[in-house]
């Protein structure tokens, strides 16, 4: 099971769930949001704890963080976006510090969204609860 969790408010991670339906053409890949009831029972997650700043990319019983978590999706993906797993090169501090910016100012950039997603009928057997 591979499971992609994401601040359900935020329009940045909201594109990023588009582009990803759109690019995992074997419908390997689910999704969640952070806010749901997935995430609490899948990662443990208590409500007052979650860190809504990053994505979490879950597979095999294991969960990636940040920029970790971006990586592996790429490498899931498959095809030319396996060529950037390369940057898993990069240490993780400053691949982390990049991330981090990104998503402090995620909302001044991309905007904010006013309640969670809701999934079309098309996207209801990936997007879990």
């Not at 981090?100 to 001044?108: E, G, L, S, V």
Request: charge should be positive; include cysteine; proline fraction near 2%.
């Amino acid at each position: 099971m591979k499971i992609l969790f994401f601040d359900g408010y935020c329009t940045l991670c909201n594109g990023l769930v588009d582009w990803v339906m759109k690019m995992d053409h074997r419908q390997r890949i689910q999704f969640a949001s952070l806010q749901g009831k997935t995430a609490s029972s899948q990662l443990n997650l208590k409500a007052d704890s979650v860190d809504f700043d990053t994505v979490i990319y879950f597979k095999e019983g294991r969960s990636f963080e940040r920029s970790n978590a971006i990586l592996e999706l790429l490498k899931d993906l498959g095809g030319f976006w396996i060529v950037l797993y390369v940057l898993k090169l990069i240490p993780v501090f400053l691949r982390d510090s990049v991330y981090n910016w990104i998503a402090k100012n995620r909302f001044r950039f991309f905007g904010r969204r006013e309640t969670c997603r809701l999934p079309t009928p098309s996207e209801k057997s990936r997007l879990l609860d």
